[in-house]
């Protein structure tokens, strides 16, 4: 058998959970890491994490507390991200001359990852089947030597994940711009890329505009297409301290999920027990791609509730009238089939708003990745702006971010689209001209290498290949590539699908102890919230080879730039406090970073949040008007999203259950409502191909995915990525964002 039937011939099914964490969680959690990383090990890392001046998690972006902090200050996931990291297995040069590309090709995702550790730097010589070791002098020479033959910069991209801390993020645009390109794709291009758009143009910041305060204080939180249980957990916490003071939740997702409906809190004796908290007060059952044509109909009707806080658009916005008008000629039959909901629904979500005085608005990824992401967003904006619940007390916008850092790599300047004043900032610092022109996110990357427009590829952390959309097209744009290096911790699909030349570069983990220099190093993180603040690693590497983020990034530099620009890359690595020092003096809101930092950390100033100062080119905040267009598909035909499972963060597939949706030692399954297996003549159980129809004409299948009867609505199914990413078209994206849709996907079911 290959690895791909071995891991789904045990496959199982039992009933969703009702609840989310628990005394399970913590046994599973600490079961885990003792397996992975043994005692000592399980106790050095979690006693840490989340603590100050300890670990900060590689997981999830959610901020920690402030002031004291519960000795266990992280979640289920947050352990096994640690214990993921810290695997003792290793994978080093025996491995590789065992398994060639051929061999790893077939693997799955889930077992290439948990092979453990990579510890030495690796080559894929140009026409060789195996990776071979190579000294760090030699893979960065070589390095070095493709991007000084370059014809053009902009042949050459460097991609971010949002695991790469603040100042390993700094010093990798500064060698891009130094290089002279803008090709800056990252994971945000890929998730909340959508929601940066939106929120420039509608309250001049890309960020959210709360605080975990504003959580705690809101007497209303909205959870819009996100799944904290699984995604966010610590989240839950946020929301059982604002339900005890009598805060509601409104909840609106097409599946209804563990941790929207009640929360065992692990660290509560109530939760210990079983009681835990019951959550959403309302859960609405969306369709796919409704939220847009929903968030219309509650500003409808929150007008003609007379719900408005007059002062406050009069003085703080412009596009009110225009708005107003549009959303009170509102078609009630388009709502209704965009939404899948009932206008009772509607209306009753519509006065828990209209009775709260204090809201914050959540969202995740099943809002950014539709095609009219951005318009969905500015809806959000628009509501809240109605009811003045941005820059005040316990309300405002809050997208919670997937990834640890990927708030504050886009801070640091990871960007395709660099604002004029970062670039200037730069170019003083520095003294050259950075490039300005605009480059490649992370669908016109693929596009690139595709079309034979670039020829270096270099990954800063990050799985681009199992994170893409389209994998087939990101696999082969990926090999058309004549160098690919991905700086990694472990294994995955991008290291098999890899440019002709190809390189392995292997770099400490979060966890572990970090001595560039001969010093004790930190770095730096920012949170979903804003908030900036320092980590420390304290467990022995897995290898002495091992070189961190900003050493290797700095030894490319060096090599490729050598003293163009009289840029102190060894210093830098030297030492990181030299890097801070830079960030404060070029990335705006960073002033005395390095200072900050050693007192603690800090909050990056947000203006619609601090002042109700809005930074748009109109001086205000913006309402916004979009139409409404109700997505169908041809009958026989259904929309899927693609979403993770319990046992996964991102592409790292950490085992095969999933608890919450009740499947065991699985991967390919396919929700499905009991009306579409009906009106399809499927039944649970039946196994199935996946084939996505897209414009192009272009047949992209994923095999054998067994249907699973499931409560979501009718003509909506969900499948786990990124085994269905190869569904999702990579011409496929949101308007103005170009995020990928990855949970509108139209699909037909086919028998085996």
């Known amino acids: 058998m290959t690895a791909f039937d071995e891991e789904e011939a045990h496959l199982r099914v039992g009933p969703p959970a009702d609840h989310a964490a628990g005394l399970e969680a913590v046994r599973l959690s600490l079961a885990n890491a003792v397996r992975k990383m043994g005692v000592r090990k399980t106790v050095r890392n979690l006693r840490t994490l989340n603590q100050h001046d300890g670990v900060d998690c590689m997981s999830c972006a959610w901020p920690d507390p402030e002031g004291r902090r519960h000795t266990a200050e992280f979640c289920e996931n947050g352990a096994k991200a640690v214990a993921w990291e810290g695997q003792r297995d290793t994978v080093g040069p025996e491995f590789f001359a065992a398994h060639g590309l051929a061999d790893l090709a077939e693997r799955t995702d889930h077992w290439l990852e948990k092979q453990g550790r990579l510890t030495h730097p690796m080559v894929r010589r140009d026409g060789g089947t195996h990776y071979e070791p190579i000294s760090w002098d030699d893979a960065f020479a070589l390095i070095g030597s493709f991007l000084k033959n370059l014809d053009s910069p902009d042949e050459a991209a460097f991609y971010t994940s949002g695991r790469a801390s603040n100042e390993a993020a700094f010093v990798y645009q500064l060698l891009a711009r130094a290089l002279g390109t803008n090709n800056l794709p990252d994971c945000s291009n890929m998730c909340h890329e959508s929601t940066g758009t939106a929120l420039m143009r509608t309250i001049g910041m890309g960020k ?3 605080t975990l305060e504003d959580l705690h204080q809101a007497d209303l939180i909205v959870v819009s297409g996100q799944n904290p249980g699984t995604n966010h957990p610590r989240m839950l916490t946020a929301l059982e301290i604002a339900k005890r003071d009598g805060a509601k939740i409104l909840a609106i997702n097409p599946l209804p999920e563990a941790g929207l409906i009640r929360f065992d809190n692990p660290q509560k004796v109530r939760g210990l027990a079983g009681k835990g908290t019951a959550l959403a007060d309302r859960l609405l059952r969306i369709r796919s791609n409704g939220d847009l044509a929903l968030w219309q109909a509650i500003g409808h009707l929150l007008l003609l509730k007379g719900v408005a806080d007059r002062e406050f658009i009069a003085s703080s916005t412009v596009g009110f009238d225009a708005w107003a008008e549009h959303v009170a000629g509102i078609d009630r039959d388009t709502v209704l089939a965009a939404t899948g909901l009932s206008w009772e629904e509607i209306e009753a979500a519509a006065d828990m708003l209209a009775s709260a005085k204090r809201i914050v608005h959540c969202w995740a990824m099943g809002i950014t990745q539709h095609r009219n992401a951005v318009a969905t967003i500015k809806e959000f904006v628009n509501v809240a702006l109605l009811q003045g619940m941005i820059g005040k007390p316990g309300a405002g916008l809050c997208p919670v971010r997937g990834h640890s850092n990927v708030q504050g790599d886009r801070s640091m300047g990871i960007w395709e689209k660099p604002p004029a004043v970062f670039l200037d900032r730069l170019r003083d610092e520095f003294g050259f001209e950075p490039p300005r ?4 996110d992370a669908v016109d990357t693929v596009r690139a290498f595709r079309d034979g427009h670039a020829t270096v590829f270099v990954a800063l952390g990050g799985n681009f290949v199992g994170a893409m959309s389209d994998t087939e097209v990101t696999a082969a ?26 390189l392995i570069l292997p770099t400490l983990g979060r966890t572990e102890q970090d001595l560039t220099g001969g010093r004790v190093q930190r770095i730096t993180v920012e949170d979903s919230m804003s908030a900036v603040h320092a980590s420390r690693g304290r467990s022995a590497p897995v290898g002495p080879l091992l070189r961190s983020e900003v050493d290797i990034v700095c030894g490319i530099a060096a090599a490729a730039l050598g003293d163009r620009h009289d840029i102190p890359w060894a210093a830098f690595a030297a030492d990181y406090e030299r890097i801070r020092e830079r960030i404060g003096r070029v990335v705006p809101g960073c002033d005395d970073y390095a200072a900050k930092i050693r007192d603690g950390g800090f909050t990056m100033p947000h203006p619609p949040r601090d002042s109700r100062t809005f930074p748009t080119p109109e001086g205000k905040a913006v309402f916004t008007v979009s139409p409404v267009e109700v997505m169908t598909v041809p009958e026989g035909r259904l929309v899927l999203q ?23 030692r699985g991967r390919r399954v396919v929700f499905i409502s009991d009306a579409d297996l009906t009106e399809l003549g499927f039944a649970d159980g039946d196994v199935v191909d996946l084939v996505s129809e897209w414009a192009d004409g272009v047949e992209r299948r994923a095999e054998r995915f067994r249907l699973v009867a499931y409560d979501t609505p009718k003509g909506c199914v ?17 308007e103005e964002s170009g995020t990928p849709t990855s949970k509108w996907v139209q699909v037909r079911l086919e028998r085996i």
Do not use: C, W
């Not at 022109?437 to 490649?440: K, L, P, S, T």
């Open 718 to 734: 969900a499948a786990y990525y990124p085994e269905t990413n190869p569904l999702v078209p990579l011409d496929s994206q949101a």
């Open 208 to 210: 959210g505009s709360v």
């Open 437 to 440: 022109a605009h480059g490649h």
């Open 642 to 664: 693609t979403l993770r499972s319990h046992d996964q963060f991102n592409t790292t597939i950490y085992g095969l259950d999933d608890r919450y949706r009740g499947i065991s």
């Open 477 to 502: 744009a990926m090999r058309n590539a004549a160098l690919t290096v991905q700086i990694s911790t472990k294994l995955n699909r991008s290291h098999v699908e890899a440019g002709r030349t190809a």
